[in-house]
């Protein structure tokens, strides 16, 4: 019996380079790359060229696209609106387009499409972006529920865990500490944080599952920067008084808005899949053994 096809873009991201990793073996993978590959037969695409699009999965005829591809960057979409649209929200319906001969889309959301006012989160909560990135990302879904009949929604949050050359909060915090640098870190700023191979293992079981609309798949546990931080630190044995807490207000770095809590609830992802959403503790303790091996 043949693999099915699966098309992961963005797979030299933190999160499409776990999938496709994740996927070998029980997949016939393509990775798709905008800039640097990351996998041998990566293959360059720009998801904002609706021809490119087109074409590569009418050669491919992939039954299964997992779309990371995105401009994450919140500050830079708040500068560069109509670049990061364009990423966001025209690469997002090129690809969901494409999708239209069969083919299943899961598409990666974010948590910060909510006001953070109320926290925890449920999907059938009212979603009310407060910067430009989540503006995108919440129309780029619109745009997978409009134009793809067979489709998953897995919204995130604050994706961590090792990559070749991208830096996450995780890894910037362990690369500041291990070089004895103190740092400054918001302690009423509230996510799920979320280990990106948990998330990949996640997305993945959503295939053979054939789940179908909105879900939250994150970490399953609501923690502040700061305390995250200080986990982290704690995790790879490294100096918790070098970090120092600040509040949202006092931070002038930030030039988009980011919502105070926007922590997510996994009860209805967790209720579908073998794959449980891991709490901080679980995550770092696969982080630091992955480190070791």
Same mark, same amino acid.
């Given at each position: ?7 992961? =873009? ?44 087109? *074409? ?6 992939? &039954?299964?696209?997992?779309? =990371?591809?995105?401009?994450? @960057? ?39 499409? +909510? ?20 503006? /995108? ?13 067979? +489709? ?15 830096? @996450? ?21 509230? *996510?799920?944080? /979320? ?40 995790? +790879? ?5 070098? !970090? ?10 930030? !030039? ?28 770092? &303790? ?8």
């Amino acid at each position: 019996m043949s693999k099915m096809k699966l098309l992961v =873009t963005g797979a030299s991201g933190l999160l499409g380079n776990k999938i496709v990793k994740t996927a070998n073996g029980n997949y016939d993978v393509t990775p798709l790359h905008s800039a640097h590959p990351l996998h041998s037969g990566s293959l360059k695409l720009d998801v904002t060229d609706r021809k490119q699009v087109l *074409n590569l999965f009418s050669t491919l005829e992939p &039954d299964v696209i997992i779309h =990371t591809a995105s401009e994450t @960057n919140v500050d830079k979409c708040e500068i560069q609106k109509e670049n990061a649209w364009k990423i966001n929200v025209e690469g997002t319906r090129n690809i969901a387009e494409a999708c239209k001969a069969g083919a299943k889309l899961i598409y990666i959301s974010t948590d910060y499409v +909510f006001d953070g006012r109320k926290g925890d989160y449920k999907e059938d909560d009212t979603p009310n972006p407060i910067n430009y990135y989540a503006v /995108t990302k919440l129309e780029g879904e619109k745009q997978v529920i409009q134009n793809c009949e067979n +489709f998953a929604i897995l919204r995130t949050s604050v994706l961590y865990g090792w990559h070749p050359f991208k830096r @996450n909060f995780a890894t910037w915090v362990t690369n500041e500490l291990k070089q004895n640098k103190e740092i400054t870190v918001v302690e009423d700023h509230y *996510n799920t944080p /979320t280990l990106a191979d948990n998330l990949a293992e996640m997305a993945i079981e959503a295939i053979p599952k054939d789940l179908e609309g909105v879900y939250h798949a994150c970490g399953s546990e609501r923690i502040g920067r700061y305390e995250f931080a200080r986990q982290i630190a704690r995790a +790879f044995d490294l100096n918790q008084n070098l !970090i120092r807490p600040i509040k949202m207000e006092q931070l002038t770095a930030w !030039i988009a808005k980011r919502p105070r809590d926007s922590s997510l609830n996994t009860d209805k992802i967790r209720s579908q899949l073998e794959a449980k959403p891991l709490n901080i503790t679980e995550g770092l &303790d696969r982080m630091k053994k992955e480190a070791e091996t």
